[in-house]
């Protein structure tokens, strides 16, 4: 008997093994995980910086704009983007001091007489730290953990698994300190160029740290002989300096709730800077709790392990796999807007008006490098928002000439929801200053680059390749910026023109690029030799499946002028590397707004700021001084007709000038499922998680609905499989029978 139900067993094994499949579930989740308030996604690149000194990608910033509190915000409704208070108790008034330190009123608080301006920002008493062991004390006020061994810190992957913690309140001095720790040499925090030009004492605060971890080092390396290594002594056991050493006026506290921030001249965006995570407060405790050598062996830093007093703190962190944050229980009050822009209470966007922030629990983050396996999960309902790539917008979205985009029909069946947003951010293609073909303000090079310009038609190269999810630039300021012009009277006219049949700017004929070819000196594309003019496009473009259609675009387009170009790709740290020296010709750029002001993309070709001479963001290295002149002038006036006027002055300039081709501002597609609510894009930051909220019992009906086992399939193919086994099942039972 038992050859018998072998053999049986065997005939039927491939059906037994169909219907195992059908039945289990595609759900990537454990049990009951999507019934909970649970936000689901994926991230394609992992984060290595979770500093808020240095961090500065936006993969990052979702992040830790949610774990670190800077006094301001912005109202996540309201547009024009509009400034509020987070830990802050309001808003302050700048104060503006003439030479001998007396107060100037307003109306005479010219630029001449302010000497210096100061805020002074008073800090809610409601506001605490999330539970950390960075807080955990002894009786007698020591770090709890400060004499742990290895073997105390191996059992557990994150500190939010230790299991002793603490917390305490937020204190003016936190943010006093990270507002130094700017300065710290080792952290090359990407703005300190930017902010060390107003705030008062910054450069010399720096060198005074360079002197400390110079002598601070010669001092080990004393102590540790001619076998000394300072990168491994480093690691082992961090360096920790005394950031409040140095004398620092730009930086004061006050009192345990106030502090006050000087500069040496009118400068108004220093409250948008204020908004964002550089300006956040970090705790002393942090600092010393992972400089503990056992800390620090097991890979526990800032840069992994953030602490905050955000809606969320990260709860689990393995960048390769999955990100999590969770709820933080000692978030201090919150509250959702009660009050937005036009039609946000039509859109439902104000539902919860007054309600306790945040709505969600959890946010669960899975890598997902491809954007194909991604989109799958969204449409089976097990990711709560996605993007729509080129490779699946005609899937997602019906577009039809001469209205707005529309869902498909397919995704408006699943109850989906289209959101579009003219991102506040520009691509562009610079030209460096530096190079003796393409750089330079003589009139025929600028001539050569508004002839460059025109005959890359980033109009076609947006249907080409973006599916027209974009529109194309007139100069560096964005739509949704102050200062950006729409219409024909933002037209560059050296290179564009206004098409009023079509709404839209569009290039200038290609006969007037080839014009311009002839006044530049390169008639026909060739030099004074005869040869073609051959330009290079530097890039680190590494895998991108795109970059080559991408370069043959460009180089079709610079074909119809006589120009050649050639590429020349190296690595992303070459790259860079080239781009520091000059080394470069022609590379692509794009910049994302940091705040809601011009000044935040006028001084990426500001002379002062250039990359090569002052190792500055103008990685052109562009340098006019009519242009540098109005931007001295336009960067610390607040907003109004005066300051406009000098706004396009110096976009006159800088789009005859042409140090780069205005390539397109990107517009944003994005679907969101129905129990995904309270979305609104924002441009100018990432806290916004906590307003959002899940209904997570129509997210599990929904995903039940739509990830169904196909039975009917099942069951003919079972069918199918019966017919071919039976046969061969009946001749082996009769042998065996008759062999018995």
Same mark, same amino acid.
């Given at each position: 008997m038992q050859l018998k139900a072998t053999g049986i067993l065997h005939a039927a094994l491939p059906a037994l093994v169909l219907l195992i499949t059908a039945s289990c579930s595609n759900?990537?989740?454990?049990?009951?995980?999507?019934?909970?308030?649970?936000? !689901?996604?994926?991230?394609?690149?992992?984060?290595?910086?979770?500093?808020?000194?240095?961090?500065?990608?936006?993969?990052?910033?979702?992040?830790?704009?949610?774990?670190?509190?800077?006094? !301001?915000?912005?109202?996540?409704?309201?547009?024009?983007?509009?400034? *509020?208070?987070?830990?802050?108790t309001a808003i302050p008034p700048p104060v503006y001091l003439d030479a001998d330190g007396a107060v100037l009123p307003e109306t005479d608080a010219t630029t001449e007489r302010v000497k210096r301006v100061q805020y002074t920002i008073n800090l809610r008493p409601d506001i605490r730290y999330q539970e950390h062991p960075c807080f955990a004390l002894t009786p007698t006020g020591d770090s709890l953990y400060a004499d742990a061994a290895a073997s105390d810190i191996a059992p557990y992957d994150s500190p939010s698994r230790f299991p002793t913690q603490s917390s305490r309140p937020l204190m003016a001095r936190d943010y006093a300190l990270q507002i130094r720790r700017l300065a710290d040499p080792r952290l090359a925090s990407p703005i300190f160029s930017t902010i060390a030009r107003y705030i008062e004492g910054m450069t010399e605060l720096q060198e005074a740290y360079t002197t400390m971890l110079a002598e601070a080092r010669d001092a080990r390396r004393d102590a540790g002989g001619l076998t000394y290594n300072q990168e491994q002594d480093e690691k082992a056991n961090p360096l920790v300096i005394d950031y409040m050493a140095p004398d620092f006026p730009g930086c004061v506290v006050l009192d345990d709730l106030t502090y006050r921030i000087t500069l040496t001249t009118k400068y108004p965006q220093i409250l948008y800077w204020m908004c964002m995570h550089f300006f956040g407060p970090v705790p002393q405790e942090a600092i010393d709790f992972y400089a503990i050598p056992a800390v620090a062996a097991a890979q526990f830093s800032l840069n992994r392990c953030p602490v905050g007093t955000g809606p969320y703190f990260l709860d689990t962190f393995r960048p390769n796999e999955l990100i999590v944050l969770s709820q933080n229980p000692n978030y201090h009050p919150d509250f959702y807007p009660t009050d937005g822009a036009p039609g946000d209470e039509a859109a439902g966007l104000l539902a919860d008006a007054g309600q306790r922030l945040p709505f969600i629990k959890q946010q669960v983050y899975r890598m997902e490098k491809e954007a194909i396996p991604s989109w799958n999960k969204f449409l089976q309902g097990y990711v709560d928002a996605s993007g729509i790539a080129s490779d699946v917008f005609d899937q997602a979205i019906e577009m039809a000439a001469g209205s707005d985009p529309t869902l498909s029909p397919a995704m408006d069946a699943k109850g989906m929801r289209l959101l579009t947003d003219i991102r506040t951010m520009l691509w562009w293609t610079a !030209?460096?200053?530096?190079?003796?073909?393409?750089?330079?303000?003589?009139?025929?090079?600028?001539?050569?680059?508004?002839?460059?310009? *025109?005959?890359?038609?980033?109009?076609?190269?947006?249907?080409?390749?973006?599916?027209?999810?974009?529109?194309?630039?007139?100069?560096? =300021?964005?739509?949704? =910026?102050?200062?950006?012009?729409?219409?024909?009277?933002?037209?560059?006219p050296y290179t564009d023109t206004w098409d009023s049949r079509r709404a839209k700017h569009v290039r200038l004929p290609i006969e007037k690029?080839?014009?311009?070819?002839?006044?530049?000196?390169?008639?026909?594309?060739?030099?004074?030799?005869?040869?073609?003019?051959t330009l290079h496009l530097d890039h680190a473009a590494g895998l991108d499946p795109q970059f080559r259609a991408r370069l043959q675009w460009m180089q079709r387009g610079l074909d119809r002028i006589g120009i050649r170009l050639k590429e020349r790709g190296t690595d992303l740290s070459r790259f860079r590397s080239k781009r520091n020296s000059g080394e470069w010709q022609i590379s692509?750029?794009?910049?994302?707004?940091?705040?809601?002001?011009?000044?935040?993309? !006028?001084f990426l070709f500001y002379g002062p700021n250039g990359k090569v001479d002052h190792g500055g963001p103008n990685t052109c290295n562009y340098a006019s001084?009519?242009?540098?002149?109005?931007?001295?002038?336009?960067?610390?006036?607040?907003?109004?007709?005066?300051?406009?006027?000098?706004i396009d002055q110096a976009m006159r300039v800088i789009q005859r000038d042409a140090p780069a081709v205005w390539q397109f501002y990107p517009v944003s597609f994005s679907l969101v499922h129905q129990w995904y609510g309270n979305v609104k894009p924002h441009q100018m930051?990432?806290?916004?998680?906590?307003?959002?909220?899940?209904?997570?019992?129509?997210?599990?009906?929904l995903q039940a609905a739509w990830n169904q086992p196909r039975w009917k399939v099942v069951a003919v193919a079972l069918l199918v499989l019966v017919g071919i086994c039976l046969p061969g099942s009946i001749r082996v039972y009769r042998r065996e029978r008759s062999g018995a």
């Open positions: 759900n990537p989740y454990r049990p009951g995980e999507t019934a909970e308030s649970t936000y !689901f996604s994926t991230f394609a690149t992992p984060p290595t910086k979770l500093d808020p000194t240095s961090a500065y990608y936006s993969h990052e910033g979702a992040i830790i704009d949610q774990i670190y509190e800077p006094p !301001f915000t912005y109202h996540y409704l309201k547009r024009p983007y509009e400034l *509020i208070p987070l830990t802050a !030209f460096n200053f530096k190079d003796d073909v393409v750089g330079g303000l003589a009139p025929e090079r600028c001539k050569l680059r508004q002839a460059i310009t *025109i005959a890359l038609d980033y109009n076609e190269y947006l249907d080409v390749f973006a599916n027209g999810r974009g529109l194309a630039a007139q100069g560096p =300021i964005p739509p949704g =910026i102050y200062g950006y012009r729409a219409g024909e009277t933002g037209t560059n690029a080839k014009q311009l070819m002839v006044e530049a000196g390169y008639p026909e594309g060739r030099t004074a030799d005869g040869q073609p003019l692509s750029s794009g910049w994302l707004a940091d705040y809601p002001d011009p000044e935040n993309f !006028f001084q009519e242009f540098d002149d109005l931007f001295q002038k336009l960067e610390t006036m607040v907003n109004g007709p005066e300051r406009m006027a000098l930051t990432y806290n916004v998680m906590r307003y959002r909220r899940v209904a997570p019992a129509t997210r599990v009906e």
